[in-house]
């Protein structure tokens, strides 16, 4: 599924489209201006948009609840976490490798992140 969702002055618009790309809904929430601030003010604080923290607001306030709908929502996730990683830059990278170093450093038993670093230093 795919949202869009929008914050103007009059409220906030939500379409959720299904995968062939048709409107399957569309909702329009007057907000009082307080919300509608506050808001705004999260987003600016978050360095993202009104409308993606509308929508993750939402998204975690009522999470997929058929086994469907979870997947469905996994899946989108796990792809939004491996195009995150392909824009990731040579600096951003080697951070995130150090994280996962100190993270296994501090395991006595089983090393989590042992076979992913291996496999980069090898390649």
Same mark, same amino acid.
């Given at each position: 599924?795919?949202? +869009?969702?929008?914050?103007?002055?009059? *409220?906030?618009?939500?379409?959720? !489209?299904?995968?062939? *790309?048709?409107?399957?809904?569309?909702?329009?929430? =007057?907000?009082?201006? *307080?919300?509608?601030?506050?808001?705004?003010?999260? #987003?600016?604080?978050?360095?993202? %948009?009104?409308?993606?923290?509308?929508?993750?607001?939402? #998204?975690?306030?009522?999470?997929?609840?058929?086994?469907?709908? =979870?997947?469905? %929502?996994?899946?989108?996730?796990?792809?939004? !976490?491996?195009?995150?990683?392909?824009?990731?830059?040579?600096?951003?990278?080697? #951070?995130?490798?150090?994280?996962?170093?100190?993270?296994? %450093?501090?395991?006595?038993?089983?090393?989590?992140?042992?076979? +992913?670093? %291996?496999? =980069?230093?090898? =390649?």
């Amino acid at each position: 599924m795919t949202h +869009y969702g929008n914050v103007d002055a009059g *409220g906030l618009t939500v379409v959720e !489209w299904n995968c062939e *790309g048709r409107c399957r809904m569309t909702e329009h929430f =007057k907000l009082p201006d *307080g919300l509608r601030q506050r808001i705004q003010l999260a #987003a600016l604080r978050k360095g993202t %948009s009104t409308e993606q923290l509308a929508l993750e607001v939402l #998204a975690e306030r009522f999470p997929p609840e058929t086994p469907e709908e =979870k997947r469905q %929502s996994l899946q989108e996730m796990l792809a939004e !976490w491996h195009a995150e990683d392909l824009a990731m830059t040579e600096e951003e990278s080697a #951070a995130n490798e150090e994280v996962l170093r100190q993270i296994d %450093s501090h395991r006595t038993h089983r090393k989590l992140f042992q076979e +992913y670093l %291996s496999n =980069k230093n090898n =390649k």
